[in-house]
C-alpha cells in the first residue's frame, strides 16, 4: 500500500496544468455541426509547443475525428462540454504504432490528461454500423462474417501508449464503436470519478489496462456491454503491475473484473477493495493465465455481486503460450458477498451476452488449472455466496464416479469462460488441479435442493476447510465437500 500512496503522489504532483487556454480561440466551433478535427489539434499542439497547460472546451458540443494529446496539455471538459465522435469512418486515424483506431489518442507523451465534468460521447453505434456499410460495399474487409467489423477497424473513445504521468478525472466517457478506452504500456496513471456508459455496440469494454505499471482506478461507475475492469498483457516480456482499484461500480455483459484474455506477460501485485458488481452475465471476478502469463500477489478484499452469473472463475490454460509455462499463485479474495440468480442477470440490455455451453445448469464458482500447471496459494475468506439451486440432473448432469469426474474436459486452449466445461459436479464451488487452497469462513447457500454437493476437491493437493458451512433445503445427511484424487484434505 505504502507504494501505490508514492504512486498517487508521483502522478498528483507531475501533472501539468500550466496555463488555460480555450478552444474558441482556435477557431474551434461547439456547434455539433462543424468537424473541428484541425482546429483541435492546432490547438494541442500550440500549448504543448508553448510548454504546456489546459485546453479548456467550454459549454458546447464539439465534432471531431482522431486527434492525438501531446506532451504536458490536458483536455480539461466544462460542465455543459460535450466532444462528438464524427459518425464517418474515414475520419479516424488507424495509428502506426498501436494499428488500431480511436478517437484521442497519445503516444509516447508525458503529463497529459482529461479532466472535468464534461462528456466525450463517441456515437458509437451510428459509427459502427456506417463501418459495417463499408465492408457491404466491399471497401473494407469483415473478417469474421458477422457483420460486425473487427474492433481494431472500429474507433474507441481513447487510447494512450506508452505515456506517463496521466489523469483521468471527473468526465463522462460514453458511445464508444470498439473498446472504451485503453492505456497501453503506460505509468502512472490516475482514472478517477470518472462515468462509464459503454454499450452501445459489441465489445465495448469499460476500461483496458494493458502491460502498464502504477495505476490507480477509483470511485468510478462503470457500465458496459464487454468486460468492465480489464487487466490485459499484449507482450510476453511486460506486466501490468502495481495496480490499486478502489471503490467502483461495474456493470456488464460479461465479466466484472477480469485479468486476460490476452495474457502473455502477467498481472504482479494488484488490489481490489471495495468493489461492486451488478447484473453482470459472466463472472464478478475472472482470473485467466491462457497465453503463458504469470499472475501473483493479488488481493480482492470487498466484493458485493448482485444478480451475477458466476462469482470466482479462477483459469490456467494454455492457448497461446509458445512453450511459456503459465503460473497462478498467491491469490487472496475476502470479504465477499454474492448472490447469483437462476434467470439471465443482463437480460433485456441492448447487447446481452450471448447464450452459450449448454446445457448446464447454474454453474459453481471455480479454481481450475491443467495437469503440471497447478493454480496455488489461494485463500477464500469471509465470503457467503447464495445460489437459486434447484438443479435438474434431467436437463444436465455430472456424477461423481471416477469416469464421470475424469470425463470433465481439460480444454487447455479454449476461450476461458466459466461456462466452457458445461455441467460440473458441485453446486457452490469446484477445484481442479490446484495446490495449497484454503476456505476460511465460507458460507454457501442453495434456495432450493440441488442433486450436487457443494463443493468438490479434483486432483487437488493441500486443500483445507476452516469454518465452511452450507446451507441447502432438504439436505439432510448428504455429503457436502467430496474428495477425488486429492491428498492432504483437512475439514475443521
Known amino acids: 500500500m505504502k507504494r501505490l500512496l508514492l504512486i498517487l503522489v508521483s502522478i498528483l504532483t507531475t501533472s501539468v496544468y500550466g496555463k488555460d487556454y480555450f478552444v474558441q480561440d482556435f477557431g474551434v466551433y461547439g456547434d ?3 468537424l473541428n478535427t484541425r482546429s483541435i489539434q492546432t490547438a494541442i499542439d ?16 464539439y465534432v471531431t475525428g482522431s486527434v492525438y494529446i501531446k506532451a504536458n496539455v490536458t483536455l480539461h471538459l466544462e460542465a455543459g462540454a460535450t466532444i462528438w465522435g464524427s459518425t464517418n469512418p474515414y475520419d479516424y486515424i488507424m495509428d502506426s504504432t498501436v494499428k488500431w483506431k480511436a478517437l484521442i489518442f497519445a503516444i509516447k507523451q508525458d503529463n497529459i490528461g482529461i479532466t472535468g465534468a464534461g462528456i466525450i460521447d463517441g456515437r458509437g453505434f451510428t459509427t ?5 456499410n463499408l465492408a457491404h460495399r466491399g471497401l473494407i474487409e469483415d473478417e469474421m462474417k458477422y457483420d460486425r467489423v473487427r474492433e481494431w477497424k472500429r474507433p474507441e473513445n481513447i487510447y494512450f501508449r506508452e505515456c506517463r504521468n496521466i489523469k483521468i478525472e471527473g468526465i463522462t466517457l460514453k458511445n464508444p464503436a470498439s473498446w472504451n478506452q485503453t492505456y497501453d504500456q503506460c505509468q502512472n496513471l490516475l482514472v478517477d470519478n470518472i462515468t462509464v456508459d459503454s454499450k452501445s455496440y459489441w465489445n465495448n469494454d469499460g476500461i483496458d489496462i494493458v502491460d502498464c505499471k502504477d495505476v490507480i482506478i477509483r470511485n468510478s461507475y462503470f457500465d458496459a456491454a464487454d468486460d468492465v475492469l480489464c487487466l490485459k498483457s499484449h507482450d510476453a516480456t511486460k506486466l501490468c503491475e502495481n495496480i490499486l482499484i478502489e471503490n467502483c461500480v461495474a456493470r456488464s455483459s460479461a465479466n466484472g473484473l477480469k485479468f486476460g484474455t490476452v495474457s502473455r506477460g502477467g498481472f504482479k501485485n494488484v488490489t481490489v477493495k471495495n468493489l461492486t458488481v451488478i447484473d453482470t452475465y459472466r463472472s464478478a471476478i475472472t482470473f485467466a493465465a491462457v497465453d503463458g502469463a504469470v499472475i501473483e500477489n493479488i488481493l480482492v478484499d470487498g466484493v458485493r455481486s448482485i444478480n451475477t452469473g458466476n462469482v470466482i472463475f479462477l483459469r490456467i490454460g494454455d492457448r497461446w503460450g509458445k512453450g511459456k509455462k503459465p503460473v497462478m499463485k498467491n491469490i487472496t479474495i475476502k470479504n465477499v458477498y454474492a448472490e447469483v440468480p437462476l434467470q439471465k442477470p443482463d437480460k433485456g440490455y441492448d447487447y446481452e451476452g450471448p447464450v452459450e455451453d449448454l446445457p448446464r445448469n ?3 464458482s471455480s479454481i481450475i488449472g491443467l495437469p503440471g500447471y497447478n493454480i496455488e496459494n489461494v485463500l477464500l475468506e469471509n465470503i457467503e455466496i447464495v445460489y437459486p439451486g434447484g438443479s435438474d440432473s434431467f436437463y444436465a448432469y455430472r456424477g461423481l464416479t471416477a469416469a464421470e469426474l475424469d470425463s470433465i474436459p481439460e480444454m487447455p486452449t479454449a476461450y476461458p469462460e466459466f461456462s466452457q466445461f458445461k455441467e460440473l459436479p458441485a453446486w457452490g464451488f469446484y477445484v481442479r488441479h490446484a495446490k495449497n487452497i484454503t476456505f476460511k469462513n465460507v458460507t454457501f447457500r442453495a434456495n432450493k435442493p440441488d442433486y450436487r454437493p457443494a463443493i468438490v476437491s479434483d486432483k487437488v493437493d493441500n486443500i483445507e476447510f476452516i469454518n465452511v458451512k452450507t446451507e441447502e433445503p432438504e439436505a439432510g445427511n ?5 474428495f477425488y484424487k486429492s491428498n492432504n484434505t483437512s475439514i475443521k
Open 32 to 34: 455539433h455541426v462543424t
Open 46 to 61: 500550440f500549448v504543448s509547443k508553448q510548454g504546456g497547460g489546459r485546453l479548456i472546451f467550454s459549454p458546447g458540443n
Open 128 to 132: 459502427a454500423i456506417n463501418t459495417l
Open 362 to 364: 447454474i454453474s459453481p
Open 478 to 482: 448428504k455429503q457436502q465437500i467430496f
